[in-house]
């Protein structure tokens, strides 16, 4: 079975501290992304890579970076983490470049910033 | 601009009777769309992609269909159980790149 792991179910953070969140998969897929997810609003896409050190911007990638330096490993960085940055946080791998391909999803982080 | 929508109010049923959750997009031709669900707290679980050239696809209790002339899908799950309760996304490829656009998602509740 394919898995997804996140670094944290739970964070809390202040107001203007670096976060990382990380994200490692098992399944040696080529692409990984990050949503966050928010009532009303559903999974919006931040940022996705399809290969080592690749990346592209998402639909909502202004106040994040990330990170892809080996190819199990998807870090998402919060530069300077903001109130409205508090939300549930899901990392996804997915095999290939076919379309048919199956996502799958990490369990999660919610990040809380004070 | 391209959109996906789905019920926002949750959808509640007695155990037994078949739900019957609804997603529509519009200004898109897409060549499947994916089916998830998802318990609270948790990552979305795929459960079903229906291609373009499918009119209907069946995996146990569910059921989905695809009609690319009114841009809708259907997701029924038959014989429906409270364990069958969580939040249905459905998702297309919008944006290519092999990156997937979600609905906001239905929650089913199920009664006993």
């Known amino acids: 079975d394919v898995k997804v792991t996140q670094s944290s179910r739970y964070l809390v953070k202040r107001t203007g501290e670096k976060v990382f969140l990380e994200c490692v998969q098992d399944m040696d897929h080529e692409n990984m992304f990050w949503y966050r997810q928010d009532p009303g609003l559903g999974l919006r896409l931040i940022y996705f890579s399809y290969d080592v050190k690749m990346k592209e911007k998402g639909d909502i990638p202004e106040g994040y970076s990330v990170s892809r330096e080996k190819k199990e490993r998807f870090s998402l960085i919060l530069e300077s983490a903001s109130t409205n940055q508090t939300s549930m946080y899901l990392c996804?791998?997915?095999?290939?470049?076919?379309?048919?391909?199956?996502?799958?999803f990490g369990p999660g982080t919610r990040l809380t910033v004070l | 601009s391209q959109k996906i929508e789905q019920n926002s109010e949750a959808l509640n049923i007695q155990e037994g009777k078949t739900a019957t959750l609804t997603c529509n997009y519009t200004n898109y031709s897409p060549a499947y769309l994916q089916w998830y669900r998802q318990d609270p707290g948790r990552g979305p679980v795929f459960l079903l992609l229906?291609?373009?050239?499918?009119k209907e696809k069946r995996k146990e209790r569910l059921k989905v269909t695809f009609d690319t002339t009114l841009k809708q899908s259907l997701f029924h799950i038959t014989a429906s159980q409270p364990a069958d309760s969580a939040t249905y996304l459905c998702a297309l490829d919008l944006r290519g790149y092999s990156t997937l656009t979600f609905g906001k998602g239905t929650m089913l509740l199920v009664s006993p």
């Open positions: 229906i291609r373009e050239n499918e």
């Open positions: 996804a791998s997915r095999s290939g470049l076919a379309s048919t391909d199956t996502q799958y």
